[in-house]
T-cell receptor, first 113, second 113 residues
Framework: DAMVIQNPRYQVTQFGKPVTLSCSQT?????MYWYQQKSSQAPKLLFH???????NEADTPDNFQSRRPNTSFCFLDIRSPGLGDAAMYLC????????????FGSGTQLSVL | AQSVTQLDSQVPVFEEAPVELRCNYS??????LFWYVQYPNQGLQLLLK??????LVKGINGFEAEFNKSQTSFHLRKPSVHISDTAEYFC???????????FGPGTRLSVLP
């Protein structure tokens, strides 16, 4: 059974048109992450939530925002997608303090036309 | 801050041959180390992890890795690979707070018949 679910699996948007990617989890983990992964590159952390505390990476563009309305859901909003934002977006969760591992979703592949 | 180096971007190997994927890290604090595998168009899946204790760690699918503190390495090995092991492999490190996971650039393992 999927524990970290990302929807949609593939997302196509137009240049400059806002888009939202969603992530849900059934693990009740308190930490949720958003990673951006471009082709043949390592996942790059955009930001993470520890419960409701938002932690933005210093080099994450302002174009990227996130919301976490409750423990189970987290959203990635791209306000004005550019061609360079086309990538795989991975959601992950972890239980802070256990240092065990990240649980990843299958990702959303975003295309910008 | 931590960083991870994976010296080999691509490793081709014949089926049933042994393989070693190299990983080196740098950190000013104690770290936890992980290997993740990513199959095409999927999220990342944990292969194995080192938190403490025995420096030889066994994971899923017949993989193992050895933590070497003096050489700051965590190389991944498998004595006999299968076609199905063809994938991208990422080494990752986190500090003992378990929040800041840093991934290496990845090594693409191609198993040839």
């Amino acid at each position: 059974d999927a524990m970290v679910i990302q929807n949609p699996r593939y997302q196509v948007t137009q240049f400059g048109k806002p888009v939202t990617l969603s992530c849900s989890q059934t693990l009740n983990h308190n930490v949720m992450y958003w990673y951006q992964q471009k082709s043949s590159q390592a996942p790059k952390l955009l930001f993470h939530y520890y419960d409701k505390d938002f932690n933005n990476e210093a080099d994450t563009p302002d174009n990227f925002q996130s919301r976490r309305p409750n423990t189970s859901f987290c959203f990635l909003d791209i306000r004005s997608p550019g061609l360079g934002d086309a990538a795989m977006y991975l959601c992950a969760t972890s239980s802070r303090g256990r240092n065990e591992k990240l649980f990843f979703g299958s990702g959303t592949q975003l295309s910008v036309l | 801050a931590q960083s991870v180096t994976q010296l080999d971007s691509q490793v081709p190997v014949f089926e049933e041959a042994p393989v070693e994927l190299r990983c080196n890290y740098s950190s000013s604090v104690s770290v936890y180390l992980f290997w993740y595998v990513q199959y095409p168009n999927q999220g990342l899946q944990l292969l194995l992890k080192y938190l403490s204790g025995s420096t030889l760690v066994k994971g899923i699918n017949g993989f193992e890795a050895e933590f070497n503190k003096s050489q700051t390495s965590f190389h991944l090995r498998k004595p006999s690979v299968h076609i199905s092991d063809t994938a991208e492999y990422f080494c990752a490190v986190t500090d003992n707070y378990g929040q800041n996971f840093v991934f290496g650039p990845g090594t693409r393992l191609s198993v040839l018949p």
